[in-house]
C-alpha cells in the first residue's frame, strides 16, 4: 500500500517539505512530498508501523513557523519505491495555500550572524527555513523563489548546496542567500551618493552623532535616530511634521527593553516571538529616552531587532533608536528605492538601505497586553497574512472593505478569514491605490474570486465606493456598530446574540445620525438597537474631530440648557469662535447629530484644559486617559432615560450628567486628575446600567466591548470590573484590534451568516 497524504494549513515557505523529507528517513519510507496550490503532498510507503510512526510524528514535531490546518489520507496501489524525493512544485488547480507572515531571525541563524567562523558572519540578509521575509516578498503563488523579489539574485554553489541538501536548516529554504550571491546593504546620502565605509557601521556612526536615517526593513522604511538624543529626535519630530504622536523604539535585546519599560511574561512572548510587534510598556521614569520621543505618555511602544540588519545596527549602538514609519504625517510608508529617495530626503540625512524589493508595503504590528492576554492596536507585519479560522463555513466567497480609518480589508473563504495588513486612512490616493493592489494581491494570492462584498453604510467612504464599483457581485451594507460588535464575537469564536456595547469615533446609523456611543442586542445577523449616548450636533462636521473645544461647545449648551457657566476657561480660551460654532451648531448647519462616545471624551478633555486641538487621531481621549489618577475609585452617576429596552424607542445615557458633574466637581476645586478619573468611571457605570436594563428585558448575560474607545485601558479596566460584579460575562478583543482596523472582519463575519442563513430560508 502506498499512503497519499495532503497537508493544508501554513505549510509552504516553513521548512514543511524538508521537515517531511527527513522524516521519511527516519522512518526508512519511500516516496515523495511536494507544494501545490492547495498546500503539501506526500506520497509514502514503507511498513505499516512506520506509516503510522510517520504520521503522528508529522504532527507533533512540525516547523516552528508551521500551522497545521487540516490532513487528509488515501491509499493507491504500492510501487515499491524505497527512495523518498522532493517534488517539483505543481502550478495550477485551486489555490487554498496558506502564505506564512514575515518571521524574526531564528536563534539558529543569530548564532551564525555573529560567528567569525561563519560564512554568513555579519551578514544583513541571512534567514533559514524557519526565519526571515515571507510575505512582504511574494508576489505570487505557488511559494518558490521564482515567484519572490529574490527571483533577481541567483544562488552561489555553496548556497544552492544547502538549498539541495534535505539535512541542511536551509533545504529549500526560498530566500535563501550569502555575501556571495545575495542582496546588499547600502548606505547613501541624502542627495542618493554613496557613501564609503561598510554600511552598517557607519550608519551607527551616523545616527550616534544625531543624524537621521531612512533604513530599509521588510516591510518598508523606517525613519530612526538615537533614542536618547534629544536635537535628533526633535529634527525627526519637525521635519516629519509630526508634533506629538509617540514614536516606536527599538531595544537591542530584552535586558535594553527591561530598561525602558515594566515587561511581564506576556509582554516577554509578545517581545520576543517571530511576529515581533511593537509592545506598549509601561514605561519607566528613568527611561533612557529623549523627552521628545512620546512626550506625557505613560507607555513606550518597544520591539526587538527582526531582521539580522537591525540586529547589526543595534549591537553597533549604546542605547535604544526610534524606528518610525518612514512617511511625510499621514502618507503611507515607502517602500521602493526610488520612491523612498524623493518623499523622504527633506526628512533623512541619508539612507540604509539594499536590492532586495520589497513586495507588499506592511507596517509594523502594534500590540499591548490586557490583563495576561493580547489586546492588538494594529494587526500587521508578522501576522499577516496568517488566517483566522472561524466556527462557519462560507457559502460562497466575501469581500469584506472596511471602514476608512484604519483600513484594513479582508477575504473570508471555506473556514478561513484573511485580514489584510493595515492600509492606514483611505484619504488620498496613495494609500486609496495600496488599497486596491492589496485587494487584487489578496484576491490573486488565496485564488479568491468574492461573491458577495460587505461594506460600511457611509456613502462617502473610499472603501464603499470601492465596493459599489466591483461590479457583478451582490453588495451588502453593514452598519458600522455592528460590524464592531460582529468583529468582537469573531474574534472570540462566538454567534451571540449578546448585549454589544460598541463606543467608538464616528459611523453612520440607520437613521442617518452619526452613531459611536451604542448598546445593541445583536448576533452576527442582525442587530436592535437598544440605547445610545444622548446625541449632540457635531458643530462644523470634521472639523469637530480635530478641534475637541467644539465638543465642549456643544456638550456645554446641552447639559446647561443653553446657559453653562460663563467663567469656564474652556470658552475664555475660545472666546473667538465660541458664539459662532454655537449658532451653526443649534441650526444644526453642517453640524449633524452625533451620540458618538469618542466625542464625548473629546468635549471633556477639552473642558479640563486637557486639549482644545489634536494633530493626531484619538490624541485628547489619549491624554484625558494619561492625566486621570487611577487611584481615584468614585464615578459620576449618569441617568438612562427614556422606553424601556423591549420599546420602540432606545433608552437614552444622559451624558450631560457627566458633563455637569465634571464642570460643577471642577468648579469646587477637584484636581483634574481626579475629575478625569470620575469621568472615566462615571462612563463605566453607564455602560453597566445599560447592559443591566438590556438584561433585565432580553435575559442575556453576555456583554461584548467593542470600539475604538475601549483603546482606552483605564475605561476598560472600570467597565469590566463593572460589569464581573454584576455576573456579565464579558467578550474583548484579542485576535484584531477594537479600533476599525478590526471593523472588516466583523463586516465578513456578518455577510457569511447573512448569506448562510438567506439560503435556510430558501
Ligand atoms: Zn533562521
Ligand atoms: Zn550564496
Ligand atoms: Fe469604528
Redesign the pocket.
Known sequence: MRTRIRVEGVVQGVGFRPFVHALANRYRLGGLVGNDTGGVFIEIEGAVADVRAFRSALHREAPPLAVIERVTADSVPARGETRFVIAPSAPGGERQTLIAPDSATCADCLRELFDPADRRYRYPFLNCTNCGPRFTIIRDVPYDRPMTTMADFR??????REYHDPADRRFHAQP???????PAPRLVAADSSPVVGDPVDTAAELLADGAVLAIKGLGGFHLAVDAAHDGAVTALRSRKHRADKPFALMARDLEAAHRLGEIGPAEERLLTGAARPIVMLRRRPEAPVAAGVAPGNHFLGVMLPYTPLHHLLLDRLAGPIVLTSGNVSDEPISYVDAEAYLRLASIADGFLTHDRAIHIRTDDSVTRVWRAREYPIRRSRGYVPRPLPVDWTFRRPVLACGAELKNTFCLGKGRYVFVSHHIGDLENYETYRSYTEGITHFTRMFDVAPALVAHDLHPEYLSTKYAKEVGGVELLGVQHHHAHIASCLADNGEAGPVIGIAFDGLGLGTDGTIWGGEFLVADLTGFTRHGHLAPVPLPGGTAAITQPWRMAAAHLDAAFDGAPPADLAVIRRNAAQWDTVLSVARAGVNSPLTSSAGRLFDAVAAVLGVRDRINYEGQAAVELEQVADRASMRGYPVRLTGTAASGVEPFVVEAGDLVRAVVEDRAAGTPVPTVAARFHRGVAGAVAAGADRIREVTGLDTVALSGGVFQNLLLLDATADLLGERGFRVLTHHRVPTNDGGLSLGQAAVAGAVDASRRRCL
Open positions: 544562488m552561489c554553489a555553496d548556497c544552492a535563501v542567500c550569502c555575501p556571495a550571491c545575495g
